[in-house]
Each structure stands twice: as structure tokens, then as C-alpha cells.
């Protein structure tokens, strides 16, 4: 047997290690009517104490000096080097996994981020469960003027309550598709009547690198409303387990603004931007409101 001939040497921890899920086996978070999150595994799992679970993004990054991790303050200043400098390989070190429950309509969004493990729910094995996602009048939002894909302020209540009303004739079809299930149609088709706002859920793992990526087009005011209210969720879960990380994410990427060429140019003269068009003068436009550069000088 090949295996007799391979000694493997254990050998003991240096420090001391503690679980940076603190013993539990979940974390899990709410989401709207049905929905959830919860953070299920770490990788690294075990930190040494003292620090988070960033030390594994220094473990990597030094792993060409063979320094091994220094002082939490010296960590610190590598992360946020590193993350300002897009070294993201010693990131991709870092992986969580995540049980999610969430409708059709944010699964196919969230799917598009293809950097990450899948495994979901199956409707072709399993009845799907009779959970729909049906917002509040409050949550009902009037088609955006500005923002083609998006909604803004809260609809008016008669045709919100119309709204709603729809979703619930539309969720009366479950009895359809269970009776029909009953009377021996395969799940694999029956689930094609079932509308997008029905709940699925899934196993889902990514490494902090591509974690980030996904958090800052999801968090993004530009993105619909309910994958946001997930994304803050995951978010929410992962910052106190690489607390650090998480700071140079919201500094370096979420909360920065990039700068295009004629943007720069724009500041260096104090003139209008230098093009033509609409969209492009509008995103300037804002950018300049962010970053409190008066208006007259920068017309
Ligand atoms: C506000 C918003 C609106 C959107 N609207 C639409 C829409 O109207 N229609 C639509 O179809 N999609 C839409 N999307 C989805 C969007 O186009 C991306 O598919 C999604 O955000 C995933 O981004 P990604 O490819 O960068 O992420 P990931 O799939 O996680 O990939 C991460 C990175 O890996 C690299 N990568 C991964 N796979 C490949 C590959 N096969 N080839 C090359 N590089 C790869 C790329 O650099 C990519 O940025 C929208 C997304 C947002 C946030």
C-alpha cells in the first residue's frame, strides 16, 4: 500500500488557536419575508489568538520572505497596502460558505457572479416549498425616471395595493401545481408555472477576493433593492471575521470614487468635463458632489 509508505508529521501549534465562529455552526441572518443567510464555514476556521482570520492574508502575502506573520499593526498595514495595490491573491486565501434562501428573481441575479461554488435546491427532485417573496405596500417602489432598471420612491397605494393583490392571485397557483403534482406531472415540469418570486435556496462558496468583487456591485445603490438588502447581510456576517479586510474593502473599493482621464483633466483646468455626452456628464456631475468640489468653479 502506498500509503504505509507516507509519514506524516504533525507537528503542534506554536500559539494558542481559537474557532473565529466562536463554537457556533451557523450564523444566520433574517432576510425579508422568508429569506436567510447564514454563514456556515470559514476558511481559516482557526485563528491564533490575538488576531482575526486577516492573518491568513498575511500568511500568504509573506509567504515569499518566509517571515510568517508579524505584530497585528505591521498586518494591518500590509492588508491595506495590498488590497490599495490590488494584490488579491493573498485574499483569495480566505473563503466562507453561505446557506442561502432567497426568491427565483435575486437567484438569477446572484448566479451571475460565477467566481463562486453552487449547490441549489433542486425542483426537478423536491416540491418547491410555498414561500413567496411579497413585499410591504411601503416596499413597493414607482419605476425609476433616471435609472431605466431601477424603482425609487415608494409606489402610490392604489396601484401598489393592485400590485400586491396580483402577487396574491398569482401565488394562489401553488394549489394548481400541487394538485397537479399529485396527479403524477413530474416536478420538472410542473415547477414551469411557478412564479419567479417563489423561494429557492443554496450552498454558496467564495473566496474573500471574489467575495469583495460581488459585494461591491451587490451593496451598490445602483443594484435592486433585495440582492442589496443580501449583500449588506453577507457583509454583516463576514466583518467581524476579517474585520480588517473589510475596513480596506469599504476604504480602497466600496466607498472610493474612480476617476476617468477627462475627469482628472477637469479638475486640473477647473473647466467642464470634455465631452458630449449626457450620461457621462451626469456621473461627473455626481462625482463632483462627492467629492465637495464647488460647482460654479467646475461648471
Ligand atoms: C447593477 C447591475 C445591473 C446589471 N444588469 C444586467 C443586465 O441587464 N443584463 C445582464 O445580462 N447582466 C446584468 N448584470 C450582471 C453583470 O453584467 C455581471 O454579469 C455580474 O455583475 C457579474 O459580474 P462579473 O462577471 O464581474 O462577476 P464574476 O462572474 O464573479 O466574475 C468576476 C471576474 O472574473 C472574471 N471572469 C469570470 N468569468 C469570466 C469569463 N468567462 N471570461 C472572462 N472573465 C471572467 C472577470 O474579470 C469578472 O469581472 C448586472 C449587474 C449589476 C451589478
Redesign the pocket.
Known amino acids: 500500500m502506498i500509503e504505509e509508505k507516507i509519514e506524516i508529521n504533525k507537528i503542534p501549534a506554536e500559539t494558542e488557536y481559537y474557532d473565529v465562529m466562536g463554537g457556533s455552526h451557523r450564523w444566520e441572518v433574517k432576510v425579508h419575508d422568508h429569506g436567510s443567510v447564514a454563514l456556515v464555514d470559514s476558511m481559516p476556521r482557526l485563528a491564533p489568538v490575538g488576531q482575526t482570520a486577516d492573518f491568513a492574508i498575511c500568511q500568504a502575502a509573506r509567504v515569499s520572505y518566509g517571515a510568517g506573520t508579524k505584530k497585528v499593526s505591521e498586518d494591518k498595514g500590509l492588508i491595506r497596502y495590498l488590497y490599495r495595490h490590488q494584490h488579491t491573491s493573498p485574499f483569495e486565501m480566505v473563503e466562507f460558505k453561505f446557506h442561502c434562501v432567497m426568491p427565483v428573481f435575486i437567484a438569477r441575479?446572484w448566479i451571475?457572479?460565477?467566481?463562486?461554488n453552487v449547490n441549489e435546491y433542486s425542483a426537478r427532485y423536491s416540491v418547491m416549498p410555498d414561500k413567496f417573496y411579497h413585499p410591504s405596500a411601503e416596499d413597493v417602489r414607482k419605476q425609476s425616471v433616471s435609472n431605466r432598471?431601477g424603482g425609487e420612491e415608494q409606489l402610490e397605494a392604489k396601484t401598489a395595493q393592485e400590485f400586491l393583490d396580483y402577487l396574491d392571485k398569482v401565488e394562489e397557483n401553488y394549489k394548481t401545481y400541487n394538485n397537479l403534482l399529485e396527479k403524477g406531472l413530474s416536478r420538472e415540469l410542473g415547477r414551469i408555472g411557478l412564479p419567479v418570486s417563489i423561494y429557492t435556496e443554496w450552498y454558496w462558496k467564495i473566496d474573500l477576493h471574489?467575495l469583495f468583487?460581488?459585494l461591491r456591485?451587490?451593496m451598490?445603490s445602483?443594484?435592486?433593492k433585495e440582492i442589496r438588502d443580501y449583500a449588506n447581510t453577507i457583509f454583516a456576517l463576514i466583518k467581524p471575521i476579517v474585520p480588517v479586510a473589510c475596513e480596506a474593502f469599504m476604504d480602497y473599493a466600496f466607498e472610493s470614487i474612480k476617476l476617468t482621464r477627462l475627469e482628472i483633466e477637469a479638475i486640473r483646468s477647473g473647466k467642464p468635463i470634455n465631452t458630449t455626452n449626457k450620461r457621462e456628464t451626469e456621473e461627473w456631475e455626481q462625482k463632483k458632489q462627492l467629492l465637495g468640489l464647488d460647482k460654479t468653479s467646475q461648471a
Open positions: 441575479q451571475r457572479h460565477r467566481t463562486a432598471q471574489n468583487h460581488f456591485l451587490r451598490d445602483h443594484s435592486q
